[in-house]
């Protein structure tokens, strides 16, 4: 594009004025998990969060949550899970214990999402 300017590393805008968010050992732009964007705010790639995509989701980007919830992901995130029922944890990786009746055995209730610990409380008149 005649007349176009190509911004330095670590710069964009339609001027080359605007600074990209940078963190890390080299201070790699979005730390090397994301793109800059023209109003220099990142575009995290998946797994990752935060104003610099400096957050990885837990459970690894490849696999957030182990599976079992939704990361909170993206510039605006926090990289924290939202554990889907039945699991638990920080990293949604602990289940509540399940069987053909359900989960607790179908005569309680689990202690699922991100502050719970994949434990049951059994209803009254159980036990186990």
């Known amino acids: 594009n005649p007349g176009a300017c190509q911004c330095d590393w670590g710069w964009t805008g339609a001027d080359c004025s605007v600074r990209c968010p940078t963190r890390g050992p080299e201070g790699a732009v979005c730390t090397g998990h994301g793109q800059c964007r023209e109003d220099g705010t990142c575009t995290c790639i998946f797994g990752f969060a935060g104003v610099a995509c400096a957050t990885e989701c ?10 079992h919830g939704m990361c909170n992901m993206g510039r ?3 990289g924290t899970c939202l554990c889907s029922v039945g699991y638990a944890g920080l990293d949604c990786k602990v289940g509540c214990p399940d069987s053909s009746w359900g989960r607790c055995g179908g005569h309680g ?3 699922d999402g991100p502050t719970g610990n994949g434990s049951c409380t059994c209803t009254a008149g159980y036990a186990g």
């Open 76 to 78: 605006t995130g926090s």
């Open 109 to 111: 209730v689990c202690h």
């Open 58 to 67: 837990p459970g690894g980007h490849d696999w957030p949550c182990h599976g």
